[in-house]
């Protein structure tokens, strides 16, 4: 059991050794990390082995090196789940997120995720703020994924307007800075997309009034005058 262990860990050290050679042919900028990023990535994982061949050698006379190469693997995994955290981000904020993903080498298309798609977020908050800007709030689990959120601008005696893209967050807040003026109502919706591209049920809108806006279509809605 503790070879094939080790085994697998020298597997993951040297697919973080692949990525980060990988990563400085493409450009790590071109999905969205720095030369910073790759360096720091590349060298925790040179250390990661050197920690491990090391650990190997002198196994049977000291466990210090063991842990030590413990230590280094925690790390490198820990920063390998940030950056590739970090590419996926920056490729769903991306008109081609399959290609950012595929350029990365991180994506693993021949094994589905076992993860289901996400439960829909909800509205709990929305309010105008002093300066003009308007502040929501969606609930739900967002470990691992990001939150994305289209906006309706209804203005006064106008059809009610379609939903279109706002942009995507982190989590569940976010602030409006630039509602458009004039508006008799804002509606914002959400719904929370995993990296492997699965993605929850929209929610139910939040809505922020400026005056008398009577909702069409139903729905539970979250208003804010």
Same mark, same amino acid.
């Given at each position: 059991?503790?070879?094939?262990?080790?085994?697998?860990?020298?597997?993951?050290?040297?697919?973080?050794?692949?990525?980060?050679?990988?990563? !400085? %042919?493409?450009?790590?900028? &071109?999905?969205? !990390?720095?030369?910073?990023?790759?360096? *720091?990535?590349?060298?925790?994982?040179?250390?990661?082995?050197?920690?491990?061949?090391?650990? !190997?050698?002198? =196994? #049977?006379?000291?466990?210090? *090196?063991?842990?030590?190469?413990?230590?280094?693997? =925690?790390?490198?995994?820990?920063?390998?789940?940030? $950056?590739? =955290?970090?590419?996926?981000?920056?490729?769903?904020?991306?008109?081609?997120?399959?290609?950012?993903?595929?350029?990365?080498?991180?994506?693993?298309?021949? &094994? /589905?995720?076992? !993860?289901? %798609?996400?439960?829909?977020?909800?509205?709990?908050?929305?309010? $105008?703020?002093?300066?003009? #800007?308007?502040?929501? &709030?969606?609930?739900?689990?967002?470990?691992?994924?990001?939150?994305?959120?289209?906006?309706?601008?209804?203005?006064?005696?106008? /059809?009610?307007?379609?939903?279109? @893209? $706002?942009?995507?967050?982190?989590?569940?807040?976010?602030?409006? $800075?630039?509602?458009? /003026?004039?508006?008799?109502?804002?509606?914002?919706?959400?719904?929370?997309? =995993?990296?492997?591209?699965?993605? #929850?049920?929209?929610?139910?809108?939040?809505?922020?009034? @400026?005056?008398?806006?009577?909702?069409?279509?139903?729905?539970?809605?979250?208003?804010?005058?």
């Amino acid at each position: 059991m503790g070879r094939r262990a080790e085994r697998k860990d020298n597997e993951f050290v040297e697919q973080c050794l692949m990525l980060a050679n990988r990563w !400085l %042919a493409i450009g790590p900028e &071109t999905i969205g !990390l720095s030369e910073a990023d790759r360096q *720091a990535f590349a060298g925790m994982a040179a250390e990661a082995r050197s920690r491990a061949q090391h650990a !190997l050698a002198i =196994r #049977s006379a000291s466990r210090s *090196a063991t842990i030590s190469k413990n230590g280094s693997l =925690r790390r490198l995994r820990t920063r390998f789940g940030s $950056l590739t =955290r970090r590419i996926e981000g920056f490729a769903m904020g991306s008109p081609n997120p399959a290609k950012i993903i595929a350029d990365s080498s991180i994506g693993r298309p021949d &094994t /589905p995720s076992p !993860l289901p %798609a996400p439960d829909k977020p909800y509205p709990i908050d929305v309010r $105008l703020l002093n300066e003009g #800007s308007a502040m929501v &709030t969606f609930a739900g689990r967002f470990e691992g994924a990001i939150m994305e959120v289209e906006r309706a601008v209804n203005m006064p005696g106008q /059809p009610y307007a379609p939903f279109e @893209f $706002l942009g995507n967050f982190k989590d569940g807040g976010f602030i409006d $800075l630039y509602p458009p /003026p004039g508006a008799a109502s804002i509606w914002y919706r959400a719904r929370i997309v =995993r990296g492997s591209g699965k993605a #929850s049920e929209w929610c139910y809108p939040a809505m922020l009034t @400026f005056g008398r806006e009577k909702p069409a279509g139903g729905g539970e809605l979250v208003r804010a005058a």
